[in-house]
């Protein structure tokens, strides 16, 4: 059959308005239901973490579609009595000629949006970046050779529909299981999803893969032509082995936990600038250009606090909590894990919000202090310890910011909202009146005040 005739006649073309025009909708609505355009193309933007986006609708209605047409030509096969009527034909190369335009809709359906995506971001692709598009596409191919096979011993109108509903339907549903995890993460739609600077392990995109690839492999065996008992021990050794390969695919994915298989993290350039504090920024997040005036906000900001009279450290690095990862590294005297990209960036505050982000990380008090307000024992320490802080703010000008995040925070705490935070800006209010050295005096009895009062210690 040339091509002009196959392309005629198979289902993947006449059936490709409707796909195509799903993939439309769902690229063009859902993709960007939660994020605008503008939001998307202002970053953070790494690309294998906007190919996992891109690809999380569309692995379940590739899978679906490859099945349902496979089952279609398989019974199309029989029908026509294809193999019987060229018995000297490999079986496996019939298959595949009538397979091909299955498959190329199948992969249609997840190469379109990667490739909408990237050019959307202007994002070059790696292999890093294309691994869970290839194999989302190994496994199109695997669910080719299973539709075809079920197209042999089913009925093709009855079945066609039925196992692309079924799939679809499975694979979606995998999202809901807690326990055990394993189909979660063999279903071929990865259940983790990528952070910024992240990548997928290659046991991560292998698992599933060979989980589904194991069954094909069962039924390409029972195409194959030999005489006598060797067919049988062939077709016998082959449901055996994709028995264990799956078994063992199943037993190391259910090691995994909820949205959490295997990725490798830290792999985003990064720019950085200066020493002590050397500012870094990640390369694609947003608001790189921005890298002096950032460091220059922190360099300031710092300055201004122990001229004031606050003790504050100056870390050897300042960095980007873009490029923590995952495993998220808790800040140390030498280095600050600061959101720089997203403060400095077109949505985040601008440089108010980068010295912010420096209160937050460099006034320390001598004890420690409850992670909540509802954890902590009684609530008095709240008027010293804030209007300290709120001093510390107003001093490098970032007390809008401060404000406005303990003032929702006291709304959903408090029932006197308002009056805690009348007390908190008149103490640090007055504190702002008194001469230079008086101030750092007060700073220093407010924060002896708030450790007293809390009743944790002094524990630094």
């Given at each position: 059959?040339?091509?002009?005739?196959?392309?005629r006649?198979t289902p993947?073309?006449?059936?490709?308005?409707?796909?195509?025009?799903?993939?439309?909708?769902?690229y063009f609505?859902?993709?960007?239901f939660?994020?605008?355009?503008?939001?998307?193309?202002?970053?953070?933007?790494?690309?294998?973490?906007?190919?996992?986006v891109?690809?999380?609708?569309?692995?379940?209605?590739?899978?679906?579609?490859?099945?349902?047409?496979?089952?279609?030509?398989?019974?199309?096969?029989?029908?026509?009595?294809?193999?019987?009527?060229?018995?000297?034909?490999?079986?496996?190369?019939?298959?595949?000629?009538?397979?091909a335009?299955?498959v190329?809709?199948g992969?249609?359906?997840?190469?379109?949006?990667?490739?909408m995506?990237?050019?959307?971001?202007?994002?070059?692709?790696?292999?890093a970046?294309?691994?869970?598009?290839?194999?989302?596409?190994?496994?199109v191919?695997?669910?080719?050779?299973?539709?075809?096979?079920l197209?042999h011993l089913t009925?093709?109108m009855?079945?066609?529909?039925?196992?692309?509903?079924?799939?679809?339907?499975?694979?979606v549903?995998?999202?809901k299981?807690?326990?055990?995890?394993?189909?979660?993460?063999v279903?071929?739609?990865p259940?983790?999803?990528?952070?910024?600077?992240e990548?997928?392990?290659?046991?991560?995109?292998?698992?599933?893969?060979l989980?589904?690839?194991?069954?094909?492999?069962?039924?390409?065996?029972?195409?194959?032509?030999?005489?006598?008992?060797?067919?049988?021990?062939?077709?016998?050794?082959?449901a055996?082995?994709?028995?264990g390969?799956?078994?063992?695919c199943?037993?190391?994915?259910?090691?995994w936990d909820?949205a959490?298989?295997?990725?490798?993290?830290h792999?985003?350039?990064?720019?950085?600038t200066?020493s002590?504090?050397?500012?870094?920024?990640?390369?694609?997040?947003?608001?790189?250009?921005?890298?002096?005036?950032?460091?220059?906000?922190?360099?300031?900001?710092?300055?201004?606090l122990?001229?004031?009279?606050?003790?504050?450290r100056?870390?050897?690095?300042v960095?980007?909590?873009?490029?923590?990862?995952?495993?998220?590294?808790a800040?140390?005297?030498?280095?600050?894990?600061?959101?720089?990209?997203?403060?400095?960036?077109?949505?985040g505050g601008g440089?108010?919000?980068?010295?912010?982000?420096?209160?937050?990380?460099?006034?320390t008090?001598?004890?420690?202090?409850?992670?909540?307000?509802?954890?902590?024992r009684?609530?008095?320490?709240?008027?010293?310890?804030?209007?300290?802080?709120?001093?510390?703010?107003?001093v490098?000008?970032?007390?809008?910011p401060y404000m406005?995040?303990?003032?929702?925070?006291?709304?959903?705490?408090?029932?006197?909202?308002?009056?805690?935070?009348?007390?908190v800006?008149?103490?640090?209010g007055?504190?702002l009146k008194?001469?230079?050295?008086?101030?750092?005096?007060?700073?220093?009895?407010?924060?002896?005040?708030?450790?007293?009062?809390?009743g944790?210690?002094?524990?630094?």
């Open positions: 059959m040339n091509l002009r005739t196959r392309l006649t993947a073309l006449w059936t490709a308005p409707i796909w195509l025009g799903i993939i439309g909708f769902y609505y859902a993709l960007h939660e994020d605008s355009y503008q939001e998307v193309v202002n970053g953070p933007l790494w690309a294998p973490e906007q190919v996992e891109a690809l999380s609708y569309f692995y379940a209605f590739a899978y679906a579609i490859t099945l349902g047409l496979a089952v279609w030509e398989g019974g199309r096969l029989k029908r026509d009595g294809v193999w019987q009527l060229a018995p000297g034909r490999s079986r496996h190369r019939v298959a595949a000629h009538m397979l335009p299955v190329a809709a992969w249609l359906v997840l190469a379109l949006p990667v490739a995506r990237l050019i959307e971001t202007r994002l070059v692709p790696t292999p970046a294309l691994a869970p598009l290839i194999m989302a596409m190994g496994i191919c695997a669910y080719a050779v299973i539709g075809c096979a197209g009925p093709r009855i079945s066609a529909p039925l196992s692309a509903v079924a799939v679809f339907y499975v694979i549903e995998t999202v299981y807690d326990d055990p995890t394993w189909p979660r993460h279903s071929g739609q259940d983790t999803s990528l952070g910024f600077g990548e997928y392990g290659a046991v991560t995109l292998l698992v599933p893969f989980f589904v690839a194991a069954p094909a492999a069962t039924a390409a065996a029972w195409w194959i032509r030999t005489a006598g008992q060797g067919r049988w021990a062939i077709r016998g050794g082959a055996v082995a994709a028995v390969l799956m078994s063992t199943a037993h190391a994915a259910g090691a909820i959490d298989g295997p990725v490798t993290s792999h985003a350039a990064a720019r950085c200066g002590a504090p050397r500012v870094c920024m990640a390369e694609t997040g947003g608001a790189v250009e921005k890298l002096d005036q950032v460091r220059q906000q922190v360099v300031t900001s710092t300055a201004k122990r001229a004031a009279g606050v003790n504050v100056m870390p050897a690095t960095s980007d909590s873009l490029l923590n990862g995952r495993d998220r590294k800040s140390s005297d030498t280095t600050w894990w600061l959101p720089l990209s997203r403060q400095a960036g077109q949505t440089m108010t919000a980068v010295r912010y982000a420096v209160l937050r990380h460099s006034v008090f001598p004890c420690a202090f409850p992670a909540s307000f509802e954890s902590a009684s609530a008095d320490y709240v008027v010293n310890h804030d209007a300290a802080m709120l001093w510390a703010a107003a490098i000008d970032a007390d809008r406005a995040w303990r003032k929702g925070e006291y709304g959903g705490v408090f029932q006197n909202p308002r009056q805690v935070l009348n007390k800006t008149q103490r640090a007055d504190a008194l001469p230079a050295k008086q101030q750092a005096d007060w700073f220093h009895e407010e924060q002896a005040k708030a450790c007293r009062l809390v944790h210690g002094t524990t630094s």
